[in-house]
Structures are given as C-alpha cells and as structure tokens.
C-alpha cells in the first residue's frame, strides 16, 4: 500500500511538471518590474516543479527550441521583437497545440503582425497615471480566477484601454469598472479616448490547437507580491498549459 501510494504521488508530481519559457524582451518601453517579475515567477515554478528559462534572446524562437515548452510567456513585452522566421516558429507553435501567457503589455507586442493581433485578441491605446481600480471577476470557475474569495477586486495597477472590445471573440475573465478610476486622464496620450464603457481587462481564446491567456495586470513590482495576483498566474499558466 505505501509503495502504491509513493507510485500515485510520483506520478502526480510529474503530471504537473511543465517547462516554461518566459521571454520580456523590450524594443519600445520598458518596465521597471521586469526584473522584480522575472525573480517572482521562477519562485513560483520552483514551488509548482516546473522548469523554468527565462530569456531576452529572440533566437530562442526556433521550431525546435518551442517544441521543449509547455508554455511561453511574454513578460512585459513591447512593441516589435521577433524576426519573420521566429513569428513563423511561435505562430505554428500556438496552432499545433502550443500556450500562450501575455503579461501586462502583452496587447503593446507585435502590433503589425496581423496573425499575433488575432491570437491576442485586442491592441493597447493608452493609460491614465497608476491608481486605485475596481476590477470585475466575471468567471471565477476558471483556474485563474477560482481563488478570488468575491467578484470585486481593488488593487493599484495601470489600466489599459484597447482599440476593441474583444468580448465577441474571447472569452472574458475580469474587466475593470471606469467609473472607479480617472479613465479620461489621457496626459500621455493625447487624443486617444481611452474610455470603453465595458473594459474587459484579463481574456483568454483557443487559436488552433493552441491556447492564449492575456492579463493586462501586473504594471507594478508589488502587485508581484500579491497571494491573490501570484494565483492568478499560476493558474492562468497551468489552464494554457492544459494541466
């Protein structure tokens, strides 16, 4: 009986293994958190056994260097960062069964390559200063969400608008209550109405075979920190990685 029981822990244990590779190359802005995010999450794979690189190197983005990820992570990525041979390897990648986690500024990534604007779902217009908001959990059956002990959340972040609503084509975990923070305070962006009216904020979509998580939280170093935050992206990375 105890062999049998060490047999089904060891087998358990392995079923929940993944190897991750998380990318936060920049070639626009770069967040301060990045580092501070980076160290986070190989503690959090640490803890969850999960194998864990983390890299800027864009050549990593090789049919056969995808294929040893259970899951690919963009962290606080911005603006054009991968070759057309690397788009090509990370696109067949997600539509052969491949996942996806975008994180922050994910929707700030890639912004002409029409393949990537569908996967993700919606682009970046612009942000007020970070303050205090209100978000929604619509979903809390999802693995990124089922922790969450109400539907209301208010955390220090910096919100995103988007040049879409994407809730026709994505399925939609959390959105963010305008009337809760100063949405109007475009001082960075003039001219962009970042106002929505319904602001879905966290979304995810199957693209193939493959999945897509995208959380436009995760702006400031503490929010890192977060029990509730460090949740919701482990979760969101076992649901792409289909564990």
Known sequence: MIILLSVIATQTAFSQKMSIL???KT???RHDCIEDATTVLKELANKQNWIL?????????????????????FLQTTNNILNNKQQE?????????????AIHSGTVTENDWPWYENAIGAY??????????????EDRNHPSTAHFPDSVWVIDDEWYSFDRNPRNDVHVLMSIDESSYEVDDNRWFEGVDQRMGDHPLVWYKNVGKGRVFQTALGHESELYLNELFQKHLIGAIKWAGKK
């Open 53 to 73: 690189d983390a890299t800027e190197d864009s050549l990593k983005f090789t049919p056969g260097n995808l294929e040893k990820y259970d899951v690919v992570i």
């Open 89 to 101: 390897a990370f696109e067949n990648y997600i539509e052969s069964g491949g996942a996806f986690v």
């Open 27 to 29: 070639a626009g802005y």
């Open 124 to 137: 970046f217009t612009g942000h007020p200063p970070v303050q205090s908001g209100k978000v929604i959990i």
């Open 22 to 24: 998380v990318f936060s």
